[in-house]
């Protein structure tokens, strides 16, 4: 009976070890576009995962990142700025830098465009992380505005630029 138990256990283990490495097979990133009437900013918030973004500045730069430290936010704010760009009429929209929240599992980062309604018919890049990982799948959720309805994208190292209806 002992060792049957310890057959399971060890099966058990197995599986969970196997769940864990099978539920980062998917790279995803996730951004949440919204207007916020009282402030009259557009805002944007970009959700990854922290072993992802990790890998990604390691990759790029050779060495260990710590996220804590100014200095290596303003890394990771300019891979995100050339990698994630609104324009309308051809023209880039200002994006401004707000922050970003390391935890364990997710780097969050906060962008506003200042004083500034998306307008229809903006075009979105989202290149992060797909010039890195190749399955990597980017969600861009845009919220109603101005009598537009709310919109939901998806990017891709194949499809890394959309326009909005």
């Known amino acids: 009976m002992g060792r049957l138990r310890h057959i399971a256990l ?3 283990l197995a599986l969970s070890c196997a769940g864990a490495a099978r539920a980062h ?6 951004a949440d576009i919204g207007y916020n009437a009282a402030t009259g900013n557009t805002e944007v918030i970009h959700t990854y995962t922290a072993h992802d973004i990790e890998a990604l500045l390691t990759n790029l730069y ?3 990142f710590d996220l804590g430290l100014e200095e290596d936010q303003d ?3 300019q891979y995100i700025e050339r990698h994630f760009t609104i324009s309308a009429g051809g023209k880039p929209l ?3 830098w707000v922050g970003i929240k390391a935890g364990a599992d997710t780097i969050t980062v906060f962008q506003q465009i200042a004083q500034t309604a998306l307008p229809a ?3 979105i890049l ?3 992380l797909t010039d ?3 399955t990597q799948v980017n969600t861009v959720n845009v919220g109603p505005n101005a009598g537009r309805a709310a919109v939901t994208l998806t990017f891709t190292a194949a499809q890394r630029e959309q326009r909005l209806p």
């Not at 097979?25 to 996730?30: A, D, L, T, V």
Request: proline share 4%; hydrophobic share 50%; aromatic share 8%.
């Open 10 to 12: 060890a099966a058990a």
């Open 25 to 30: 097979n998917y790279h995803m990133g996730m």
């Open 62 to 64: 050779g060495r260990s």
């Open 75 to 77: 890394v990771l704010r």
């Open 94 to 96: 200002p994006l401004q």
């Open 121 to 123: 018919g903006a075009t």
């Open 126 to 128: 989202d290149a992060v």
């Open 132 to 134: 890195f990982i190749a």
